[in-house]
């Protein structure tokens, strides 16, 4: 049985539940159904892609037990809780770094500035950093090797689609600014990528 679904499993559901809980605000301002033309489709990629593999990983991890995690399974178990916190923590960190600037879809409006301060100073999109922070540790607390990989691949694959969009639409509309911006900063993870 996946630690979640054991006696030790509502730590697990507090920490998913607060991490999700800040996106809320967002959700009701900007809505998920509205998308600008600059967005490419990567935020409905994104919403169905991590939606489905999150399911994907909760299924397998009830169905497939010859894949559960056997030694350290409580280590592994709270190293998910943790990473679930710390990307809560990291993306609430970034909405407030952002402000007004943050939505879900990818838009950026002329006279926007680039931000550069906070977690920002160190990477481009350490939100999107925060959201694979946060399916990881889905995957690791549910103690199961093929649910961990269900969580982070498809994640990665379509953040690294988001940010290719993003990163396309920024350097078109601050240009300069943002081109130098990139230079000084790496994507995801400081000093490595």
Not at 31 to 55: C, E, I, P, Q, Y
Not at 88 to 116: I, K, N, P
Not at 119 to 133: D, E, F, I, Q, W
Not at 171 to 190: C, E, Q, W
């Amino acid at each position: 049985m996946p630690p979640p679904f054991t006696w030790i499993g509502p730590l697990f559901w507090i920490a998913f539940a607060w991490a999700f809980a800040g996106e809320l605000p967002f959700m009701r301002r900007d809505g998920l159904t509205t998308t600008a033309v600059t967005d490419r489709g990567s935020k409905n990629l994104l919403l169905v892609t991590t939606a489905a593999s999150v399911f994907a990983a909760f299924v397998i991890a009830a169905t497939r037990p010859q894949f559960a995690v056997r030694s350290l399974r409580l280590a592994v178990y709270l190293a998910g809780i943790a990473c679930i916190v710390a990307g809560g923590w990291l993306r609430r960190h970034c909405f407030r770094m952002l402000g007004e600037s943050f939505s879900y879809d990818v838009s950026v409006a002329s006279g926007q500035r680039v931000v550069d301060r906070g977690a920002y100073k160190y990477v481009r999109h350490p939100s999107y950093s925060a959201g694979l922070l946060i399916y990881a540790g889905i995957g690791l607390a549910l103690c199961n090797w093929i649910s961990i990989a269900v969580t982070i691949v498809p994640a990665l694959a379509a953040y690294a689609y988001r940010i290719a969009v993003e990163e396309r639409a920024l350097l078109v509309t601050l240009g300069p600014a943002y081109a130098d911006y990139s230079r000084r900063t790496k994507r995801l993870i400081p000093f490595l990528i």
